[in-house]
Every structure is written in structure tokens, then in C-alpha cells.
């Protein structure tokens, strides 16, 4: 970590070139690293020394830009991976196993919901989806002797609901388990979890972190303030010997700043091997160097269009925590003062059918499976992201049937509206 503000992290962070070296990220394009003796490679393997020896568990272009993305959030170490969805299950299953038990947000987007509740739950992991809003005491009551995790989304994907950071962290930390927060929507530069009482912290930087619909990949940090051996008979993988590792204890040998992410490389990475190509980590930090720029657009296009849309005619209901109306505003204004993200969902009156009549209408905005982007989309998450949802659990998601999740990019403002003003008037 740094001293340096997040505008300059954005663009500074993580490599920083020696005399003569390449000035941008070098694109290390190598799946295998050579070594003079074996006895060099042997200590990799032994972890007594770092460096690199096959791109599957790691290479140096992801690492560069895996500590751009810690220094943002303020953690101690990070690692990249295939994709969000790969680093929200390595954050989970790094320290829940069969007969395990996590508690998660009910409110969290469609594809983590089903990897969550059907996935993982054939590898023998239980979970207990609870309401954002829930009060502290009912949060209190879903913890079991097995819970090993809590999990939420900042802002969540569709809904928008704002999570309150500092009572599901209280509630974890109470019962000696970590809390995970995936932070996608808001980015590092709009809000910094950690300093809520977030232990680790997961991105799919697919979304606004790439920004321009480039390259799929996830992120994980780990804040290293959680003391995994205070808890030793609740976390075994991190507090007793490994011997697929040599009998290794990462939380003695690497201490609160790296024992996670080291076990979440040495092991799950090594075993299923959902590495970020380097190549798409190069992509990612080209997005990452204009994030703090990009994140203010983005926001103030998402409050233009949400202000139109709160005031029109046929509209039932609008998402958007910037707006002064909405429910999780004030928690927005204390967790996210600068902002929060440019992604605003809303509700036709006349529901589903509405909702379709209307996305064939636009032309600015794209109908496509993906959101946070440079270019506006929009989605029909019922349809989509969410259709293996029941009915019960779109509405504990906080997900109508007619509702519809726009993603307002950079474009001029008023040719945003415009477009949502002509489809409204043609639906």
C-alpha cells in the first residue's frame, strides 16, 4: 500500500518500472518459466521462494495488476482470475468445505445466487439467504456452529439494494468468521469496503474495472486484518499443516497479509486452474488507468436518467440509491459520498409485457447479457440473468417480473434520455 490518492493509484499502482524497463505492463505471454537447476525450481514448489514457474497458478503480467487492484482497495495482497464468478466461488471455498455453512445477502446477482444455492450446495456446502434489511438480531439468528462465511454484494446486481457494511460485519466478526463483500458496482473509487469491516474483497472486472466489454476476468483481495489462527478450529485449510503443500500452515507462515490469497493460489488455483489470461490483465489495467475518470461519468449519467425516469408517467418505480427518494439513499450517502454506479433498474406500469414492448425501442441503448460498460445496455434480468430464479425468489432478490436493469455508459447524457423518452412513448 501507498500514500497516494485513488485518482494516481488508478494509474500508478502495481508496476512501477526499474531503468530501462518497458513503461507500460509487459504482456508476459509465457505459460512456463525456466530455471538453471532443479533445486531453484524446488524452493518455488516449496514455497520458500517467490517467483514464477507455470502461468496456471500464476504469471507476472496478473500479478502487476492484481496489487494495482489491492493498493486500490486497500488491502494486502490480491490474485486475478478467470472471471468473477470464478472469484467469488475461490473466495467462498478457500475457507468453506463440505459440511460447511454460509450466510449471504439474498439481494446478489442471478449468476452467484445459482452457484451459491445449486452449485456449490452439491459439494456439500449449506447457505441461508437473508434479506439486506434484515434487522441485526434476525442476521443474528442465521448464524449456525458451522458458518464459516458471510457474503454480500455493495451495491447489489439488479436490484440496487445497499448493503450496510458495518451490521453484517459486526454480525461476522461477533461469531468469528469473515465477511466477503464482491464489490463490482461501485469500484474502489466510489467506495472501499475494507474500511467498513470488509475481510475480503471480490470484483468481476469485466464490468467497470475493464469498462469497455474487452475481457472477461475476476479479482480478489484480502484486506489481512482478519486473524485466522484466533479462529483456528473454525478455518483447519489455513491454520494446520498442508500436506498437498509440503505441511505448510499459511497462517503462520504468511501471516494475516497473505496467508488467504497465498492457500487461494497454492491450492484451488493450482487445482482448477481459472487463471486470467495475461493478455486480458494487460486489457484490464489499460481500463483500470482511466477507472477514476470513467466512474464519475458513468454516475452522473446513471443520476440523469434515473431523475427522468422517477418523474414519468409510465413508470411504476425506479432503482437508483443516488436519487434522494430512494430506500437505500441514505445508506448510499454514508457508505458511497461520491457516488455510487451508473446502472439504474425501474418498473413499467403494465410489467413484463411493458418492459419487452419497450427495450425493442431503443436504439442507443443495447439489449445484451452484460452491464457496466463504455457503451449504454440494458437487460430483462427475469428473462436472463435471473430466469433460474422461482417467482419467490425473484421478489426476495428484489427482482419484479417487468423490471429492467439499464446501464448508462458514456455517452452524452441527453442522447440517453432521449432514446428512453422515444421507446417510453412508442412502448
Not at 485518482?7 to 509487459?26: H, I, K, L, M, S
Not at 443520476?303 to 430512494?326: C, E, I, R, S
Not at 457496466?372 to 445496455?377: I, L, M, Q, T
Request: include cysteine.
Amino acid at each position: 500500500m501507498n500514500n497516494w490518492s485513488i485518482d494516481t493509484n488508478c494509474v500508478q499502482a502495481g508496476y512501477r518500472p526499474g531503468n530501462g524497463e518497458p513503461r507500460e505492463v509487459p504482456i508476459v505471454q509465457s505459460t512456463t518459466f525456466k530455471y538453471d537447476t532443479s533445486a531453484d525450481m524446488g524452493k518455488l514448489f516449496d514455497l520458500e521462494a517467490s517467483g514464477y514457474f507455470y502461468t496456471r497458478l500464476q504469471n507476472p503480467t496478473n500479478d502487476y495488476v492484481a496489487a494495482k487492484i489491492a493498493d486500490l482497495e486497500g488491502g494486502t495482497a490480491g490474485m486475478l482470475t478467470s472471471s468473477g464468478q470464478a472469484a467469488n466461488f475461490f473466495a467462498v471455498f478457500n475457507i468453506a468445505n463440505q459440511g460447511d455453512h454460509v450466510i449471504s445477502s439474498a439481494s446478489i446477482y442471478g449468476g452467484t445466487y445459482n452457484l451459491f444455492n445449486v452449485t456449490m450446495r452439491k459439494m456439500g456446502i449449506d447457505f441461508t439467504f437473508i434479506s439486506p434489511d434484515c434487522t441485526p438480531e434476525e442476521l443474528d439468528k442465521a448464524f449456525k456452529p458451522n458458518t464459516k462465511a458471510v457474503f454480500g454484494e455493495s451495491i447489489a446486481n439488479p436490484a440496487l439494494t445497499v448493503l450496510d457494511f458495518e451490521k453484517f460485519a459486526n454480525a461476522a466478526h461477533t461469531h468469528g468468521v469473515p465477511f466477503i463483500v464482491d464489490n463490482t458496482f461501485p469500484t474502489p473509487v466510489n467506495c472501499r469496503p475494507i474500511e467498513f469491516g470488509a475481510d475480503i474483497v471480490t470484483h468481476s472486472t469485466t464490468k467497470y474495472m475493464d469498462g469497455h466489454g474487452a475481457a472477461v476476468g475476476g479479482a480478489i483481495v484480502d484486506a489481512g486484518k482478519f486473524d485466522w489462527m484466533a479462529h483456528a478450529d473454525k478455518f483447519p485449510g489455513l491454520t494446520t499443516p498442508d500436506e498437498s503443500y509440503h505441511g505448510i500452515t499459511y497462517a503462520e507462515k504468511f501471516g494475516l497479509g497473505g496467508a488467504f490469497i497465498t492457500k487461494c493460489t497454492s491450492q484451488l488455483m493450482r487445482d482448477f486452474g481459472s487463471i486470467q489470461a495475461p493478455q486480458n490483465a494487460f486489457i484490464l489495467n489499460l481500463g483500470l488507468e482511466s477507472l477514476h475518470v470513467r466512474m464519475k461519468r458513468h454516475c452522473d449519467n446513471g443520476m440523469a436518467l434515473a431523475t427522468f425516469l422517477a418523474n414519468h408517467p409510465k413508470v411504476a418505480h425506479v432503482n437508483y440509491p443516488g436519487l434522494p427518494g430512494d430506500p437505500y439513499h441514505k445508506i448510499a450517502e454514508k457508505y458511497m459520498p461520491n457516488g455510487t454506479c451508473g446502472v439504474v433498474s425501474f418498473e413499467l406500469k403494465g410489467g413484463r409485457a411493458a418492459a419487452e414492448a419497450f427495450m425493442k425501442e431503443l436504439r442507443v441503448f443495447a439489449i445484451e447479457t452484460h452491464v457496466a460498460d463504455a457503451r449504454s445496455c440494458c437487460l430483462h434480468p427475469a428473462s436472463s440473468t435471473h430466469r433460474q430464479m422461482s417467482e419467490d425468489e425473484l421478489i426476495a432478490a428484489g427482482i419484479s417480473a417487468g423490471l429492467v436493469r439499464m446501464s448508462c455508459g458514456l455517452e452524452a447524457a441527453s442522447d440517453l434520455i432521449a432514446d428512453v423518452a422515444n421507446a417510453l412513448d412508442k412502448a
